[in-house]
């Protein structure tokens, strides 16, 4: 499974960004994918999964800001970013699991795209 990321940038706060995954390899609807990011000096944290039947689940701190979206047809993967902060600042990483929905530690990870939130 290869996912590659996109998207990432610097953008002021209160913003907006989009970030796209396109997968390829043994990836079928019956994956669970999501996102991860990882800020300096912070552990690793789920920002958004989608699991393989479309149920959604966000970390706390998304707080209806962020949508993730899959497009099964085509292999890709979205998260749109409304109203950035300072705090969003990290690398964010495309995950995909062999479970339909993502597990804490799933296999297989992007190389990651840096999203700065800054004025």
């Known amino acids: 499974v290869k996912l590659v990321e996109s998207g990432g940038g610097l953008v002021q706060p209160g913003g907006s960004l989009r970030l796209s995954c396109a997968a390829s390899?043994?990836?079928?609807?019956?994956?669970?994918m999501g996102w991860f990011r990882q800020a300096p000096g912070k552990e690793r944290e789920m920002v958004a999964i989608?699991?393989?039947?479309?149920?959604?689940y966000y970390g706390d701190f998304v707080k209806g800001r962020f949508t993730i979206l899959r497009d099964n047809h085509k292999n890709t993967l979205s998260l749109q970013m409304n109203s950035l902060k300072p705090e969003d600042t990290a690398i964010y990483y495309c995950?995909?699991?062999?479970?339909?929905?993502?597990?804490?530690?799933?296999?297989?990870w992007g190389q990651g795209t840096q999203v700065t939130v800054s004025s």
């Open positions: 390899g043994p990836i079928y609807n019956t994956n669970g």
């Open positions: 995950v995909a699991d062999d479970l339909p929905i993502p597990t804490t530690k799933p296999p297989y």
């Open positions: 989608i699991s393989s039947g479309g149920t959604t």
